[in-house]
T-cell receptor
Framework: AQSVTQLGSHVSVSEGALVLLRCNYS??????LFWYVQYPNQGLQLLLK??????LVKGINGFEAEFKKSETSFHLTKPSAHMSDAAEYFC?????????????FGTGTRLLVSP | DTGVSQNPRHKITKRGQNVTFRCDPI?????LYWYRQTLGQGPEFLTY????????KSRLLSDRFSAERPKGSFSTLEIQRTEQGDSAMYLC????????????FGNGTRLTVT
């Protein structure tokens, strides 16, 4: 069975600082990996995804993530935080044979950005 | 692309009552998904449809839950005899049929059972 662990339910950074949100996954088959963002009282928006190929993937709003198979990790980073980045971030995994759609989510990390 | 629309946005109901939620997917999307998100947790898969066929149901979907997509367009999720544990955000998503087509989520229906 697949699973996702997000370390840290809350992460606080100052505006302009590096953002690092951690995600480790467990999957018995090659995974697809995703990061979604959720703003209050809204649905989830896809930030980026890893399928195959290049292990460093770039997403929207300046975010990127690196797939490290040896570490079973898919950490999300952004060089410089903006106030508008404050939201909840979810890492998710799916199996290649089920595609992008039956997702297993982590418990989320709330990013707080202070001025 | 008007996005995935869910109604109502909020529903407060008393324990034991029945509730029904509606989801209108993006028009050209033939796959539709329901997920449930409880407070402090990530979304959990409940069920999905391809056109009008319900192809998979999670074990989370008890007998009190029923989902339909009668004409392959909008979908409804009904919960009978609601319990306090049903309080959650119910998220609908849609996608194209291809397995590598990403999900587009609606803004959800927040259910509170008192």
């Amino acid at each position: 069975a697949q699973s996702v662990t997000q370390l840290g339910s809350h992460v606080s950074v100052s505006e302009g600082a590096l953002v690092l949100l951690r995600c480790n996954y467990s999957s018995s088959v090659p995974p697809y990996l995703f990061w979604y963002v959720q703003y209050p009282n809204q649905g989830l928006q896809l930030l980026l995804k890893y399928t195959t190929g290049a292990t460093l993937v770039k997403g929207i709003n300046g975010f990127e993530a690196e797939f490290k198979k040896s570490e079973t990790s898919f950490h999300l980073t952004k060089p410089s935080a903006h106030m508008s980045d404050a939201a909840e971030y979810f890492c998710a995994v799916s199996e290649m044979n089920t595609g992008f759609q039956k997702l297993v989510f982590g418990t989320g990390t709330r990013l707080l950005v202070s001025p | 692309d008007t996005g995935v629309s869910q109604n109502p946005r909020h529903k407060i109901t008393k324990r034991g009552q029945n509730v029904t939620f509606r989801c209108d997917p993006i028009s050209e999307h033939n796959r539709l998904y329901w997920y449930r998100q409880t407070l402090g947790q990530g979304p959990e898969f409940l069920t999905y449809f391809q056109n009008e066929a319900q192809l998979e149901k999670s074990r989370l979907l008890s007998d009190r839950f029923s989902a339909e997509r009668p004409k392959g367009s909008f979908s409804t999720l009904e919960i009978q005899r609601t319990e306090q544990g049903d309080s959650a955000m119910y998220l609908c998503a849609s996608s194209l049929e291809q397995t590598r087509s990403p999900l587009h989520f609606g803004n959800g229906t927040r259910l509170t059972v008192t």
